[in-house]
C-alpha cells in the first residue's frame, strides 16, 4: 500500500493536525486567483479591450462549468477519509479510480456539448459581436482540457481525504505556476494573442495531472492496481453519484444566490453595480482561508466517521469552528481598520469609491456570517451527510429571497446586503442545529473512546 497508512488506534484530533491541513490548503487556495491575475494583465499588455473582454468573459463561463463539478473534489474527499478511518485499504485505492472515471466521464460530456454550452453562455452574457469572437477563440481551445481538469479535482480531492495537504499544495503550485509562465511566454513572446492564454492553460492542466497522478503512485504504492469489480460495484458508484449530486445541488444553489446579488444590485445602477462587484471582493477573499479550514474539517470528519469515533468527530467540530471564528475575526478586523483603503485600491472612480464606502459594514461583517456556513459545510461533506447540507441550501435560498424581498422595498441595496448576510448566517446555523441528532445516528451506541 505504499504511503497511505491506514487509521489504526484512536484518533487525536489536534490544533497541530488542523493548522496541519489548513495552512498548505490555504496557500493553495491562493495561488488560484493569481492566475486569473497574470492572464488579464498579460492580455491586457496587447492594449486590444476585446480581447480582455473576451478572457473575462471566457472566465466566467469556465468558472461557472467547473463550479458546478466541484463536487468531485469535495465528494472525493469525503468518501476517501471515510475509507481511511475505516481502514479499507482497497476502497481508498478504487475511491481513486473510481473519481478518476467520474471526472474523465464529466469532462468529455462538456466537450460534446461544448457548442450548446458556449451557445447559452453568450444568450446570457449579451457581449458585443468582438467580445464574443474573442470568448470563442478562448473558449473552444480551453474547453479541451476539460476531462483533465476533471480528473484534477478528483486527484486532488483523494490526496486530500488522505490528509496529504501537501501533495495538494505542490500539485497547485505546479499547475498554476505553469499556467502563469506560460501565459507570459506564448500571449507576449510567442505572440499567439488569446489563444496563447487558452494553450497555457491546457497544457497546465495536463502538467497538473500528471504531477497528481505521479504522488497518487507513491502515495498508494503497490496497491494501487484497481479491482474493476469493485470500482464499478453498482451500490458504490451509486453512493458517489448520489453524494455528488447532492454536493452539485448546493453548488447550484450558491451560484444562483450571488447571480442573484448581482443582477438586483445592477437594477440599482452601474455604479451600484460596481461598488458591490468591489465590496463582494472581500468575501471571496475570506473565502479562500476559510476553505483551508473547511478542508480540514472535511478530512478530520471523515476519518472520525469512518472510524466510528465520536469524540475525534467531536472535537473536529469544535476545532475547525474555533479557528474558523478566530480567522474570521481577524479578516473582520482587517476590514474594519483598512476597508477603505482597499476600496482605493480597487478602484479610482470616486464615485464607487463613495458608494462602496456606504455599504461597506456588510463587507465587514461578511466573514464572521460566513464562517459558520464553511466549516459546517465541511463538516457535512467529510461525514457525507450531504443530504442535509443539500436540504439545507434550499431552505437557507428561500430564506434569503423572502428577506430580499421584505427589506428591498424600505433599505433598498442595504437591504440587499442585510439579506445576503442573512443567509450566509443561516446556512451555518441550520447546519449546526442537526448536527449532534445526525452524529448520533451515524455514531449509535458502537462508538470507540478517544
Given at each position: 500500500m505504499g504511503g497511505v497508512i491506514p487509521t489504526a488506534g484512536d484518533i487525536q484530533v489536534t490544533h497541530g493536525r488542523v493548522l496541519g491541513i489548513a495552512v498548505p490548503m490555504t496557500l493553495a487556495y491562493l495561488t488560484t486567483p493569481l492566475v486569473g491575475i497574470v492572464d488579464m494583465a498579460v492580455i491586457g499588455q496587447l492594449g486590444d479591450a476585446t480581447l480582455l473582454g473576451g478572457i473575462a468573459v471566457g472566465a466566467i463561463i469556465f468558472s461557472i462549468v467547473f463550479t458546478s463539478f466541484n463536487f468531485l473534489r469535495s465528494g472525493t474527499t469525503g468518501l476517501t477519509a471515510q475509507a481511511l478511518g475505516a481502514g479499507d485499504k482497497q476502497e481508498i485505492n478504487d475511491i481513486a479510480w473510481r473519481a478518476l472515471g467520474l471526472g474523465v466521464s464529466a469532462g468529455l460530456i462538456i466537450v460534446v456539448l461544448q457548442v450548446p454550452i458556449f451557445l447559452t453562455a453568450m444568450y446570457f452574457m449579451g457581449a458585443s459581436d468582438q467580445v464574443r469572437a474573442a470568448t470563442s477563440e478562448y473558449f473552444y481551445i480551453r474547453v479541451l482540457a476539460a476531462p483533465v481538469s476533471l480528473a484534477n479535482f478528483a486527484v486532488l480531492g483523494w490526496l486530500l481525504g488522505l490528509g496529504r495537504a501537501s501533495?495538494?499544495?505542490?500539485?497547485?503550485?505546479?499547475?498554476?505556476?505553469?499556467?502563469?509562465?506560460?501565459?507570459?511566454?506564448?500571449?507576449?513572446?510567442?505572440?499567439?494573442?488569446?489563444?496563447?492564454?487558452?494553450?497555457?492553460?491546457?497544457?497546465?492542466?495536463?502538467?497538473?495531472?500528471?504531477?497528481?497522478?505521479?504522488?497518487?503512485?507513491?502515495?498508494?504504492?503497490?496497491?494501487?492496481?484497481?479491482?474493476?469489480?469493485?470500482?464499478?460495484?453498482?451500490?458504490?458508484?451509486?453512493?458517489?453519484?448520489?453524494?455528488?449530486?447532492?454536493?452539485?445541488?448546493?453548488?447550484?444553489?450558491?451560484?444562483?444566490?450571488?447571480?442573484?446579488?448581482?443582477?438586483?444590485?445592477?437594477?440599482?445602477?452601474?455604479?451600484?453595480?460596481?461598488?458591490?462587484?468591489?465590496?463582494?471582493?472581500?468575501?471571496?477573499?475570506?473565502?479562500?482561508?476559510?476553505?483551508?479550514?473547511?478542508?480540514?474539517?472535511?478530512?478530520?470528519?471523515?476519518?472520525?466517521?469512518?472510524?466510528?469515533?465520536?469524540?475525534?468527530?467531536?472535537?473536529?467540530?469544535?476545532?475547525?469552528?474555533?479557528?474558523?471564528?478566530?480567522?474570521?475575526?481577524?479578516?473582520?478586523?482587517?476590514?474594519?481598520?483598512?476597508?477603505?483603503?482597499?476600496?482605493?485600491?480597487?478602484t479610482s472612480a470616486d464615485n464607487v469609491r463613495g458608494v462602496a464606502q456606504d455599504y461597506l459594514v456588510w463587507a465587514i461583517v461578511t466573514p464572521l456570517a460566513g464562517v459558520l456556513a464553511f466549516q459546517m459545510d465541511g463538516i457535512f461533506i467529510g461525514a457525507t451527510w450531504s443530504r442535509d447540507m443539500r436540504n439545507m441550501m434550499l431552505a437557507s435560498l428561500a430564506v434569503y429571497v423572502i428577506s430580499w424581498w421584505l427589506l428591498a422595498p424600505y433599505l433598498g441595496n442595504h437591504g440587499l446586503w442585510l439579506a445576503l448576510v442573512i443567509f450566509l448566517g443561516i446556512r451555518g446555523i441550520t447546519l449546526l442545529a442537526i448536527t449532534k441528532t445526525r452524529a448520533d445516528e451515524t455514531f449509535g451506541t458502537g462508538v470507540k473512546s478517544a
Open positions: 501533495a495538494g499544495l505542490v500539485i497547485q503550485v505546479i499547475l498554476n505556476g505553469t499556467n502563469m509562465a506560460l501565459c507570459v511566454w506564448f500571449v507576449l513572446y510567442l505572440d499567439w494573442g488569446i489563444a496563447g492564454a487558452a494553450w497555457s492553460t491546457v497544457i497546465a492542466e495536463i502538467v497538473g495531472l500528471v504531477t497528481g497522478l505521479g504522488l497518487v503512485a507513491i502515495t498508494s504504492g503497490s496497491g494501487l492496481a484497481p479491482r474493476l469489480a469493485r470500482v464499478v460495484a453498482p451500490d458504490k458508484v451509486m453512493r458517489m453519484v448520489s453524494l455528488n449530486r447532492d454536493i452539485m445541488i448546493r453548488s447550484f444553489a450558491l451560484i444562483f444566490a450571488f447571480t442573484m446579488f448581482t443582477s438586483i444590485g445592477a437594477r440599482s445602477g452601474d455604479v451600484v453595480l460596481a461598488a458591490n462587484a468591489v465590496l463582494m471582493n472581500f468575501f471571496f477573499f475570506s473565502g479562500f482561508f476559510l476553505d483551508g479550514f473547511a478542508t480540514a474539517a472535511e478530512q478530520l470528519a471523515g476519518v472520525a466517521v469512518g472510524a466510528r469515533q465520536r469524540p475525534a468527530f467531536d472535537q473536529t467540530v469544535r476545532l475547525t469552528i474555533l479557528w474558523g471564528f478566530g480567522l474570521a475575526g481577524v479578516l473582520t478586523g482587517v476590514y474594519f481598520f483598512f476597508g477603505v483603503d482597499l476600496i482605493n485600491l480597487v
